[in-house]
């Protein structure tokens, strides 16, 4: 199947500083991209939509300014969190689409803001 | 607005046995879907899906039903394995091509 890799694995930063974690499809181009953020407990919650080339679309209540979102190639997409803050502890998974309607998921980020 | 819902949050089985995982939405406008299963810290993997012009999809011991009309759709796994014990997703995609998932439901099945 179809492999979506993330780094890093798991992050640990201090309060203030940024974070950013890579996203890339190892065997086929995906032109959309998709990051996720889950909560203990909690079901995936879609944060933005990144299409090769422009800018993403993020989803209502996420802040564009502090979740940066760059899709510079069909094969890598970068979510940077800025000026972390402990609330922006979470799980961060990407996915890529492969053809209309498949996404395939990366192995997700840990990130912990102390 | 969760427009796609898992209302049960664990269903535990005997090894062996079917498991049959409900999913409902509310947006008419969705016509392909999906299950997923989540390991603890790992990310998704796909499992089976469906689009809106059929309303069953085999693939081994996973079954996914769909039932348009009550906007509701079934992962059934027969034979269960502990190994299938792990968090099932319920997605739904649109027009928009946008994802929407369910809750999730805890799948424990025992030895």
């Known amino acids: 199947g179809a492999v979506v890799s993330q780094h890093p694995s798991w992050v640990i930063c201090k309060s203030g500083t940024s974070v950013k974690i890579e996203c890339r499809s190892l065997?086929?181009?995906?032109?959309?991209m998709f990051w996720y953020r889950q909560f203990p407990k909690q079901s995936l919650m879609l944060m933005a939509t990144?299409?090769?080339?422009?800018?993403?679309?993020?989803e209502q209540g996420v802040e564009k300014d502090k979740f940066l979102i760059n899709h510079a190639s069909l094969t890598l997409s970068t979510l940077t969190v800025t000026s972390a803050h402990p609330e922006d502890s979470s799980f961060y998974i990407c996915?890529?689409?492969?053809?209309?309607?498949?996404?395939?998921f990366g192995p997700g980020t840990r990130l912990t803001v102390t | 607005d969760q427009q796609v819902k898992q209302n049960s949050p664990s269903l535990s089985v005997q090894e062996g046995r079917i498991s049959i995982l409900n999913c409902d939405y509310t947006n008419s406008m969705f016509d392909y879907f999906l299950w997923y299963k989540k390991y603890p810290a790992e990310g998704p993997t796909f499992l089976i899906s469906?689009?809106?012009?059929?309303d069953k999809n085999e693939d081994g011991r996973f079954t996914v039903f769909l039932n348009k009309s009550a906007k509701h759709l079934s992962l059934h796994i027969v034979p269960s394995q502990p190994g299938d014990s792990a968090v099932y997703f319920c997605?739904?995609?649109?027009?928009?091509?946008?994802?929407?998932f369910g809750a999730g439901t805890r799948l424990t099945v025992k030895p």
């Open positions: 469906i689009s809106s012009i059929k």
């Open positions: 997605a739904a995609s649109g027009g928009n091509n946008d994802m929407r």
């Open positions: 990144s299409n090769e080339g422009s800018k993403a679309t993020y």
């Open positions: 065997d086929f181009q995906a032109t959309t």
């Open positions: 996915s890529a689409r492969r053809q209309a309607g498949e996404q395939y």
